[in-house]
């Protein structure tokens, strides 16, 4: 089956570095996306891994282990305006999107 | 970048009509086109496939002659919420895949906040 995990809500301190991770079972895989979603708002694209090993775009960073069914969101030098909602998402072998529930993220000054 | 645009942005409507919402892909094309659901505080719902010139594809539980879905064009979705009734509100979300892309992201238009009187 196919199923896909990560922590319901997470609290870190403005200017501090925050994880969140995301472990995943599926038989088919054909990337991990991870998207930022503000309150009332549609999600945006934070980034995508397909091999294993760390991408970084700017202050966010993506890591996957395809044996470890296991991602990781690294956020840097958090700012206020990065509280919000994290969906991790694995693509299956048909391409569709299969999504985690999200991580609430609060950031405190 | 790709720019999908959804309207309305936000609808309300007496119980028992029927609402239409518009998804398109302003600068690409997109074969495939998603409609999301998400009730507050809760993860997205994947309702439905859409790809151009072809029937939907449902997921369980998703009623396909209640939510009617029409994929016409490459740039144009539309989810059509027939006889809505108040549990029906809720925050509407399409997204679309750039038909070109290598990663097959998904680009979410900004999504129509549907509330049944």
């Known amino acids: 089956g196919q199923n896909i995990d990560q922590p319901t809500e997470m609290t870190a301190t403005e200017g501090a570095i925050v994880q969140i991770n995301c472990t995943y079972q599926?038989?088919?895989?054909?990337?991990l996306f991870w998207y930022q979603q503000h309150a009332g708002e549609a999600p945006t694209f934070l980034s995508y891994?397909?091999l294993d090993g760390l991408e970084e775009k700017g202050r966010f960073s993506s890591f996957l282990s395809r044996s470890k069914g296991y991602s990781y969101l690294l956020l840097k030098e958090l700012q206020m305006k990065d509280s919000a909602s994290y969906l991790c998402?694995?693509?299956?072998?048909?391409?569709?999107?299969?999504w985690g529930a999200g991580t609430k993220l609060i950031i405190k000054p | 970048g790709a720019v999908v645009s959804q309207h309305p942005s936000w609808v309300i409507c007496k119980s028992g009509t029927s609402v239409k919402i518009e998804c398109r892909s302003l600068?690409?094309?997109?074969?495939?086109m998603f409609w999301y659901r998400q009730f507050p505080k809760q993860s997205l719902m994947l309702m439905a496939t859409?790809?151009?010139?072809?029937?939907?594809?449902?997921e369980q539980g998703v009623e396909k002659d209640k939510f009617l879905i029409n994929h016409a064009s490459l740039t144009l979705s539309t989810l059509t919420v027939t006889s809505a009734h108040p549990e029906d509100s809720s925050f509407y979300i399409c997204?679309?895949?750039?038909?070109?892309?290598?990663?097959?992201?998904?680009?979410f238009g900004p999504g129509t906040r549907l509330t049944v009187l």
């Open positions: 891994n397909v």
């Open positions: 600068d690409f094309q997109a074969t495939t």
């Open positions: 859409s790809n151009e010139g072809s029937k939907a594809t449902y």
């Open positions: 998402a694995f693509m299956d072998s048909n391409y569709q999107l299969i």
């Open positions: 599926t038989s088919g895989f054909n990337g």
């Open positions: 997204s679309a895949r750039d038909l070109w892309s290598d990663i097959n992201e998904q680009f």
